[in-house]
């Protein structure tokens, strides 16, 4: 071992090292471990790590599954793993994207959540004039965008009334939702009908949820254009088909079955 390599080491934090080798033992093959299994993957010994699992859970990101078994809670998908999980939905949906961009001449993107921001990870840019294009890397609270609705479905109403406790909802120019019972009638439109609808800056975006082979809502989709384009008779009709079309093979690459 050189002197910069001892070095990096002695920086090192063990608890944290241990914590996150725990998180890297599960999987999708693998989805549930007793703490046994933890300890003896990790060759140490269960009460080495009971310490560490427990912080793990108080924090969620394990989960107890039953007596001495957890899997990963949700803060796994909902915080510092979001990125991790967003690789496998912009592998399979970027071509698809670009099909749907060139099919409907619309901008194309795509966003997962994080808490209660959309974040957007993959955009289909239109080379038409006016088109609407956000940048990959943008940001928006879920409430003020059509997207951000969309990947609020996948919440029930209890878990939202919870997530947006003490959270201010106004003071947003656009979005048109201001207050929780607003968006709880929001999210349960976009529920009923499959998609959310917002408009800004003389411009529209329809959005639709994406899911996994659970049927978790894991990311989102839209189409967005200016609202002389999306206003022309039979064109709203059309990117909304093509939208929830291509959502439909994006869940199937998902492994969402075909026809649930």
């Known amino acids: 071992m050189d002197h910069q390599q001892k070095a990096n080491t002695d920086y090192m934090v063990p608890a944290l090292k241990k914590g996150l080798q725990i998180l890297e033992l599960f999987s999708v093959r693998q989805r549930v471990l007793t703490i046994g299994e933890l300890a003896e993957r990790l060759e140490v010994s269960t009460s080495a790590i009971y310490r560490t699992v427990v912080t793990l859970t108080e924090m969620h990101y394990l989960k107890k599954a039953g007596r001495n078994t957890y899997e990963l809670g949700s803060m796994v998908l909902s915080r510092g793993f979001c990125y991790l999980a967003s690789r496998d939905i ?147 009709e059309h990117l909304t088909g093509c939208l929830i079309r291509t959502a439909r093979t994006i869940s199937t690459g998902m492994g969402w079955p075909e026809d649930p």
């Open 90 to 236: 912009l592998n399979t949906a970027a071509a698809h994207l670009d099909e749907l961009r060139d099919e409907t001449s619309a901008s194309c993107h795509l966003a997962i959540r994080e808490g209660v921001e959309a974040i957007y990870i993959y955009r289909a840019a239109s080379p038409q004039i006016m088109m609407v294009n956000v940048p990959v890397g943008t940001r928006f609270p879920c409430h003020t965008v059509a997207i951000g609705r969309a990947l609020l479905c996948g919440l029930n109403d209890e878990t939202l009334r919870k997530r947006y406790s003490g959270v201010p909802l106004d003071g947003y120019a656009s979005g048109g939702v201001n207050s929780l019972p607003q968006l709880l009638v929001a999210v349960a439109e976009a529920r009923r009908t499959g998609i959310s609808v917002s408009g800004s800056d003389y411009s529209t975006a329809i959005a639709t949820p994406v899911r996994d082979y659970t049927g978790n809502v894991v990311a989102a989709i839209n189409v967005s254009a200016p609202d002389f384009f999306i206003e022309t008779p039979g064109v709203r």
